[in-house]
Nanobody
Framework: QVQLVESGGGLVQAGGSLRLSCAASGRFFSNYHMGWFRRAPGKEREFVAAITWSGGRTYYADSVKGRFTISRDNAKNTVLLQMNSLKPEDTAVYYC???????????????????WGQGTQVTVSS
């Protein structure tokens, strides 16, 4: 069992930055691939970024590529999402998710993830 707690959300002006953090409890955090997803009001949950268990590979949605950076620290059981050059369309609730490292990693498919956090609100004003 893995429990995930996101933090770092808030209100920021367009062009600003935020850093989201996801703290994981439980053992063997390094056995899990990690992803960030978001859900804007009235929209479906969408993939934002993902990182493999070792940190060796990262993946990004086209809409955030070049602006967001995902990273992890397995010693601290933490995954980060650095968000720069924020836009109003980035406004959403951001969720981190964990997928056990077994078989193929469909990083952008939320149904493939095993555990989810409660989410943190990010609001970008224009």
């Amino acid at each position: 069992q893995v429990q995930l707690v996101e933090s770092g959300g808030g209100l920021v002006q367009a062009g600003g930055s935020l850093r989201l953090s996801c703290a994981a409890s439980g053992r063997f955090f390094s056995n899990y691939h990690m992803g960030w997803f978001r859900r804007a009001p009235g929209k479906e949950r969408e993939f934002v970024a993902a990182i493999t268990w070792s940190g060796g590979r990262t993946y990004y949605a086209d809409s955030v590529k070049g602006r967001f950076t995902i990273s992890r620290d397995n010693a601290k059981n933490t995954v980060l999402l650095q968000m720069n050059s924020l836009k109003p369309e980035d406004t959403a609730v951001y969720y981190c998710a964990a997928k056990y490292n077994s078989g193929s990693y469909y990083y952008n498919e939320p149904m493939k993830y095993d555990f989810w956090g409660q989410g943190t609100q990010v609001t970008v004003s224009s």
